[in-house]
Structure formats: C-alpha cells, structure tokens
C-alpha cells in the first residue's frame, strides 16, 4: 500500500508538471496542428500512467481522470474547443478542469424536482460501506445472478459517492459551483428521452466530453450529404462506439488483460436499442399515440435493461478477475490503513 501511494503521488506531480506545460506553451502557438502536436506528448504520458498500478482503485482513477478524460480536454484545448477553452483565468482552475471530472455549472437551478436532498447522498454512504462491502465475504452463499446486481450497485455507489466528494472539495477550492456528476439514473424512463439514462443522468462528465469530442463533429460531418435526422442518429451511434472502444482501454487497465469485444458490444447494443428508440418516437405513428407508459413501469423496463445486459456483456470480464472483490478487499484495506493516521490527527 505505501509503495503504492508513493507511486501515486508521483503520478500526480508529474501530472500536474505537464498540465502546466499545456496552461503556458500550447496557448501562444497560433496554429492548432501545431499545438495539437504540443499537447500530443502529454496525452501520450497519460495515455500509459495506469500502467504504473498493481491495485483497481489506482489504476482505474488515473485510467479514468487522466486517461479518459484530460486526454480529449486537452485535444479539444489545443483546437480551442472543449471545457478549458476559453483558458481559465488562473493555474489552478486549469488543472482542476483538466485532471478532475468536475465542470462549471453554468445554470444552477435549485428548484430542479431532482434535485435529491442531502439524507439520500448519506443514505448511499451508509447502504456502501456498511452493507454492500460485507456481502462479498458471503459470495460463495449467494446465487449468481444476485452477485452481478450487487456488482451493478457497487459500481454506481462508488462511482457517485467519490465524484461527488470530488464535486465538493472542488466547490470549496475554487469557490464555485459545480455540475452534479450523476442525476439518479435509477429514476430513468428511457434510453434516450428528456430524462434519459445515458445523456442526462449516468455519469454525466463523461457524456459531455463524448458528446464534444465525438458526437457533434460527426453530425456535423454527417449533416454535409444527409439529412439532420439521419446525421443525429449516426452521431448518437458512433458515440457509443467510441465509448465502448474508450472502456475496452479501462477494462485493460484494470484486468491487464487482452481486450474481449464484450465491453464494446455492450455499448454497441444500447447505441443499437438508443438510436431505434429514437427513430421509433420521432414517427407520426407514436406521436399520435393516444396512451403514455406510466413511468414507474419505464424505469423498470429502462434500469431492467441496462441491468441485465451488463450482467450479459459489462460485468463477466469483472467477474473472470475478481475485480468487484479485489475493489471490495481494496477499499477495506484503505480505511484500515488511513484509520489509524485520522484518528492520530484528532
């Protein structure tokens, strides 16, 4: 574990060391080939620091912080596009932008109906550490398709509950606010509509760097020799290609394993299934529809499919390598190991 962090430290000043290299070079080359061939150096390091680890938790942050993300806000930068374009006022901003899946929030609206309060965040907490992380000691008691839903949860509490944690001390440091990460996703109606599972509640960092990075070039490409509706649909399906591809890298970062095709079939089948509810909704058939699906029988049928296509395509990879085990193992190990040094501060 201390070797580990050790690692991680240095990761992060070197890190830190080209971000800055990005915030005073890149910006005074007029030309953008020229500065994407500044950046390209950087996003290269980034691209191979998950290496580095032997522990989950550490490869798929950097996997995700760096790799994931700074990597195409950095490309966008260089083509003066993307969140750190225009450049932030000071250092400090520019780096947290870049290296941290945080991002202004440019219309704050406290009335938003979804807008949870705080006992349900610490409801999260409490349902994590002092439940979910103990079953795996009995998973050798519990059947199989169970296990694969205890997965789906563990990734979605652990993933909310550290961004939003990252959200706040963000907030504090540069006293601003923040967009929310996640928007309940276990309350989605559809794939794709208004309150959508994939756009507008999972994760949703990662939905504006894909939706910036791939899908409105690719509609605007598309848009030149067809038209605006068929090059919506391409855009939507090549995104979750690319975002399949992207989580094949993740996936090898954390199994060190060849890729399957399985991660990225996953993807494909909801961009598949996204792109056909989109086509179905948009005719003149279903818009004269005279009933609604009521929404507590659409986020069944939206969260049933996710759920169990993950537990067909997502999760088996995680399962073949213990990984959900090794995080489990891991995060315990992490609370024994810093417990002592809290309570010494104290």
């Keep these: 574990m201390e070797e580990e962090l050790k690692i991680f430290i240095e990761v992060w000043v070197s890190a830190i060391i080209s971000v800055t290299y990005c915030y005073y070079l890149p910006p005074k080359i007029k030309t953008s080939i020229l500065r994407l061939l500044s950046v390209l150096p950087v996003c290269a390091l980034f691209l191979d620091l998950p290496m580095f680890f032997s522990t989950v938790h550490f490869s798929f942050t950097i996997a995700f912080f760096l790799s994931g993300l700074a990597v195409p806000k950095l490309i966008l930068f260089a083509l003066e596009k993307g969140p750190l374009f225009p450049l932030p006022p000071n250092l400090l ?164 394993e060849m890729p399957t095709g399985e991660v990225a079939l996953f993807f494909v089948l909801h961009g598949v299934c996204t792109v056909a509810e989109v086509a179905v909704k948009r005719t003149a058939f279903v818009r004269r529809w005279p009933w609604r699906v009521r929404p507590v029988v659409s986020r069944l049928v939206t969260v049933g499919f996710v759920c169990l296509t993950g537990g067909w395509l997502f999760f088996p990879q995680l399962k073949r390598r213990s990984v959900m085990e090794r995080r489990a193992n891991e995060t315990l190990l992490f609370v024994d190991f810093f417990k002592p040094k809290f309570f010494f501060f104290i």
């Design 93 to 256: 901003q520019f780096i947290c932008f870049a290296c941290f899946p945080i991002k202004f929030q440019i219309n704050p609206n406290p009335g938003n109906p979804n807008h949870f309060p705080k006992w349900v965040f610490a409801l999260k907490v409490f349902i994590f550490g002092a439940l979910l992380l103990q079953v795996y000691d009995y998973k050798q008691f519990l059947p199989p398709n169970f296990l694969l839903g205890l997965y789906a949860l563990h990734i979605y509490l652990e993933l909310e509950i550290s961004l939003t944690l990252i959200k706040f001390l963000g907030s504090i440091t540069l006293g601003c606010d923040l967009e929310p990460q996640f928007n309940e996703p276990y309350l989605a109606t559809s794939l794709y509509d208004f309150w959508d599972f994939w756009g507008r509640r999972w994760n949703l960092i990662v939905s504006a760097s894909l939706r910036a990075i791939v899908y409105t070039p690719v509609r605007h490409v598309c848009q030149g020799v067809m038209s605006s509706n068929y090059a919506m649909l391409i855009g939507i399906f090549v995104t979750f290609v690319v975002s399949g591809v992207a989580h094949e890298v993740v996936f090898f970062y954390i199994t060190r």
